[in-house]
C-alpha cells in the first residue's frame, strides 16, 4: 500500500502549511475578534498569551521558517491547553471525545510530528538552505 509513498514530502508539506493555517486563524480569533471572536470572560491569560503564539507560531510553521521550534512550542501549548482547558474542567476526564478536547489534543501530536520533522519542502527554511531537500 505505498501508492502515495513517492508524493510523502509534498503531502507532508500541505499537512505542515495547513496546520500552520489554520493554527494562525486561531490566534487571529482570540487577537483581533475575527471570525466570531473570543467568548465572553475569557481570561485575558489565553487570550493574549496563547493568541499571540497560535498566530505567531501558525504563521512560522505556515510558511516553513524556523518550523520546528514554532512547532515545538506550539504543542506545548496545545498540551497545556488540553489539560488546563479540558480535562481539568471536565473533572479529570482525559478522554477527548468526552471533555471535547479533539482538536487540542490532535493540534498537539501535529505539531510535534512537525517538531521532529522540520520545515521540509515548499518552505523559506527550504529556499535558504537550513531544510532537508
Request: with cysteine; glycine share 14%.
Amino acid at each position: 500500500m505505498g501508492f502515495l509513498k513517492p508524493h510523502a514530502e509534498r503531502i507532508y508539506a500541505l499537512l505542515r502549511i495547513m496546520s500552520g493555517f489554520m493554527f494562525m486563524l486561531h490566534g487571529m480569533q482570540k487577537l483581533f475578534g475575527l471570525f466570531g471572536g473570543v467568548p465572553p470572560g475569557a481570561p485575558a491569560l489565553i487570550v493574549y498569551v496563547a493568541g499571540g503564539i497560535e498566530l505567531v507560531c501558525g504563521a512560522l510553521i505556515m510558511i516553513g521558517l524556523f518550523a520546528a521550534p514554532a512547532a515545538f512550542l506550539a504543542s506545548g501549548t496545545m498540551a497545556v491547553a488540553f489539560f488546563m482547558g479540558h480535562v481539568i474542567p471536565a473533572k479529570g476526564n482525559i478522554l477527548p471525545i468526552v471533555n471535547q478536547g479533539e482538536l487540542a489534543a490532535l493540534y498537539c501530536f501535529v505539531f510535534f510530528y512537525i517538531s521532529v520533522h522540520g520545515s521540509g519542502i515548499w518552505s523559506v527554511d527550504a529556499v535558504r538552505g537550513g531544510a532537508k531537500r
